[in-house]
């Protein structure tokens, strides 16, 4: 309906604001102690200008690219994000909305559902994992989303769960139990709408990761899941080097900030490489990983794939990320936005918004393709870039 479209990616988070509880929509959007790497995501976008023709301009312009070998309709990829209990429809609900928009899904260990029903949904599934347990458990999560399908692997490094928030944290329960249902009513109650979707759906969440056991087993709750985590001794070079292999199909390493890090994933047989900060919810006062993207895409050149996450709002950001050297751009909280507003449609007109805003931008830069795009077409000021490492 006329009434329901979202216009741009602000407009679906003030709709998720007001549909949401406000712990639940708190969670959701994160960031890390003074927030300062979240807030700068988003503004190191707007100190880019653009550099547009006014004439000339092709009659017509090509959106699609290709991710790890997946032929996508568009340059922007789900990104991969744990438990989204904002919508019933949760991954598989994301899932649909981008096969029908012609893109891939990043699949979170710690998502809700299994990955049996969201390959299902979209074929086109990029598998998330997170060193986490011993070799034994990873090659058994590994060999499961292989025989369901998924076509590559992405392997999140950029994330240290920080505690603190200078705003204060949500209580997120590990479980709906009696204490939860006390906690959240009031707020509960005061989104009538939101309550009634879940009755529908036959009850609340479970807040369970389904994808961190093999078929069968219990799936532990969130917390729990986050707490083999936490045990798990960091991985080295070549522990994620024995993991490629182990996978033995393309592998994104996510995380990279620094030059000598995305080296690194080179020698140790990355397909991709994600330049991102966790979107801000890391390690605080890291730059805007838009501002490192270019020495990343520099010190690699076409070694491996470079894919750009963190602040990306409009097709504007994915254009000027295009441009100082990425492939394609993954979206986090704009496509959950979408879901706690509207479930698969939101989703998809989220991903309506970024195609619209990614063609107007070609049109008014006078590129015919996203494969045309270069650093003449954007206005970098003095000081805006940021090499990390040697």
């Known amino acids: 309906m006329a009434g329901d479209w979202i216009e741009t990616v602000a407009e679906a988070q003030r709709r998720a604001q007001k549909r949401l509880p406000p712990s639940v929509y708190s969670a959701l959007l994160a960031g890390a102690e003074r927030g300062v790497t979240y807030n700068d995501n988003m503004a190191a976008f707007d100190e880019l200008g653009f550099a547009p023709h006014v004439a000339g301009q092709p009659s017509g312009r090509e959106l699609s690219t290709s991710v790890m070998g997946v032929p996508i309709s568009l340059p ?68 499961r989303a292989r025989a369901t399908g998924c076509v590559g692997l992405i392997v999140t490094l950029d994330w240290s769960f920080v505690h603190a928030r200078d705003w204060g944290s949500p209580f997120i329960p590990s479980k709906i139990d009696r204490e939860a249902v006390r906690r959240y009513a009031p707020e509960v109650v005061r989104r009538p709408r939101w309550l009634a979707q ?15 056991v093999v078929a069968g087993e219990t799936p532990p709750g969130f917390f729990d899941a986050y707490g083999e985590w936490a045990q798990t001794p960091p991985p080295s070079w070549d522990d994620l080097r024995w993991l490629c292999q182990e996978w033995g199909g393309p592998v994104m390493i996510k995380g990279i900030m620094r030059v000598d890090d995305a080296r690194r994933a080179v020698d140790i047989g990355a397909t991709a490489i994600s330049v991102s900060n966790h979107g801000g919810n890391n390690l605080d006062t890291t730059p805007a990983s838009i501002r490192a993207l270019p020495a990343v895409a520099e010190a690699v050149g076409r070694d491996v794939e470079v894919l750009l ?29 979408g879901l706690a507003a509207n479930g698969q449609a939101g989703v998809e007109n989220v991903l309506d918004i970024f195609s619209n805003g990614i063609d107007s931008a070609l049109r008014g830069l006078g590129r015919k393709s996203v494969d045309e795009l270069g650093p003449e077409d954007v206005i970098i000021p003095p000081g805006f870039l940021r090499r990390l490492g040697d």
């Open 76 to 143: 922007v990829v789900i990104s991969p994000t744990g438990v989204q209990a904002v919508h019933p429809g949760a991954e598989v609900a994301v899932a649909r909305a981008a096969a029908a928009r012609g893109t891939a899904m990043g699949l979170s260990c710690f998502a809700s559902k299994p990955v049996e029903e969201v390959v299902a949904a979209n074929p086109k599934t990029f598998f998330q994992t997170y060193w986490c347990g011993t070799r034994d458990r990873i090659v058994q999560r590994l060999e």
């Open 309 to 337: 996450d963190g602040g990306v709002r409009r097709g504007g950001d994915v254009v000027k990320a295009l441009a100082l050297g990425a492939r394609a751009v993954m979206i986090g909280r704009a496509y959950l936005w």
């Open 198 to 212: 879940w009755a529908r759906a036959g009850g609340p969440p479970g807040l369970t990761a389904p994808n961190m």
